[in-house]
């Protein structure tokens, strides 16, 4: 059984950072991605962030392209997502995911972590 736990979020002024952290528990699929998703209030779960398993291949939704980065830590069994820039729309809970594919098909989530922006 795979466990997922996030950490690093909080409150933030606009304009300003937060690394978020995934620590994964148990075995993951190997070749398969990681990913990371988020739910805004009275919003639909929507893609954020995907990484591959050997880290060469990301993809990110537009709204966050060139702000953040996703990076993971195999050895260590930890996703990361370096979210720079933020604006008050980044405000949401920030879920990871594991073993799926791009942006659908994650098998096991974590219960998500806060991250509010302030204007």
């Known amino acids: 059984q795979v466990q997922l736990v996030e950490s690093g979020g909080g409150l933030v002024q606009a304009g300003g950072s937060l690394r978020l952290t995934c620590a994964a528990s148990?075995?993951?699929?190997?070749?398969?991605?990681m990913g990371w998703f988020r739910q805004a209030p009275g919003r639909e779960r929507e893609f954020v962030a995907a990484?591959?398993?050997?880290?060469?291949?990301?993809h990110y939704r537009e709204s966050v392209q060139g702000r953040f980065t996703v990076s993971r830590a195999n050895a260590k069994n930890v996703v990361y997502l370096q979210m720079n820039s933020l604006t008050p729309e980044d405000t949401a809970v920030y879920y990871c995911?594991?073993?799926?594919?791009?942006?659908?098909?994650?098998?096991?989530w974590g219960q998500g972590t806060q991250v509010t922006v302030s204007s």
């Open positions: 990484i591959s398993w050997s880290g060469n291949v990301k």
């Open positions: 148990g075995r993951i699929l190997s070749n398969s991605d």
């Open positions: 995911a594991a073993e799926g594919r791009g942006a659908a098909g994650y098998r096991y």
